[in-house]
């Protein structure tokens, strides 16, 4: 059973520090995919990463997939209020395309 | 259309009743998945649509849980006899494709269960 260990579950921060969440698993997929919920809708899709080692950045976020392709990390510099909300990470299963979800992080970024 | 579309919104059933939810794809998309969304974070895939045909369900409880998708009809998914542990959020998400590692499901907005 392929499972992700998302670290940690909640944050809460002060504007403008920065932080980072974790994605770990013992297997290898295909894809990491991060995706972000606000209340009362469903995940959106932030970034895909496929290739072990790769790195992509989106404005203040930068995603990194791990040289193994089982684990991925968020870092988020100088974090703003408007960042609050739950982030997930989400492995990519394979031909069936199941996605395998970590736990979430809600973060909270206070004024 | 070019969301999702989940209905209900939320659903309040009594233990032991059915509850039935309904998943309108976007246009064009192939494939259908199910996930359930509990202790608010927590998401479980049950099961896949590849159009009419089911793709993967090896999430899905063996009992008292089905699902389809039938042609020009949204996409259900049926509990019987509800439990209380089935209180959850449940979303649909479509997609044109399943296999592509760079593949992106879109969401719906869920329809939110509680069984008293």
């Known amino acids: 059973t392929q499972l992700l260990e998302q670290s940690p579950q909640f944050l809460s921060i002060q504007e403008g520090e920065n932080l980072t969440v974790y994605c770990n698993s013992s297997?290898?997929?295909?894809?990491l995919q991060w995706y972000r919920q606000e209340p009362g809708e469903g995940p959106v899709l932030l970034v895909t990463?496929?290739?072990?080692?790769e790195v992509k950045k989106l404005k203040r976020l930068t995603f990194q997939f791990g040289d193994a392709r089982k684990d991925s990390s968020l870092h988020i510099t100088a974090a703003q209020t408007g960042d609050t909300g739950l982030y997930l990470c989400?492995?990519?299963?394979?031909?069936?395309?199941?996605?395998?979800f970590g736990q979430g992080t809600t973060l909270q970024v206070k004024p | 259309g070019e969301e999702v579309a989940q209905t209900p919104k939320h659903l309040v059933r009594g233990e032991g009743q059915k509850a039935k939810l309904y998943c309108a794809p976007i246009?064009?998309?192939?494939?259908v998945f199910w996930y359930q969304q509990v202790l608010k974070n927590e998401f479980k895939f049950l099961i896949s649509?590849?159009?009419?045909?089911?793709?993967?369900e090896t999430g899905m409880p063996k009992e008292r849980f089905s699902a389809k998708c039938l042609p020009n009809s949204p996409c259900s998914l049926e509990i019987q006899a509800t439990k209380l542990e089935d209180s959850a959020v449940y979303f649909c998400?479509?997609?044109?494709?399943?296999?592509?590692?760079?593949?992106?499901?879109?969401f719906g907005p869920g329809t939110r269960l509680t069984v008293l």
């Open positions: 989400a492995g990519h299963s394979g031909n069936t395309g199941k996605l395998i």
């Open positions: 297997s290898v997929f295909s894809s």
């Open positions: 990463v496929v290739t072990g080692g």
């Open positions: 246009k064009g998309h192939s494939y």
């Open positions: 649509f590849q159009n009419e045909n089911v793709f993967d």
């Open positions: 998400a479509s997609s044109p494709w399943a296999g592509d590692p760079y593949n992106e499901q879109f």
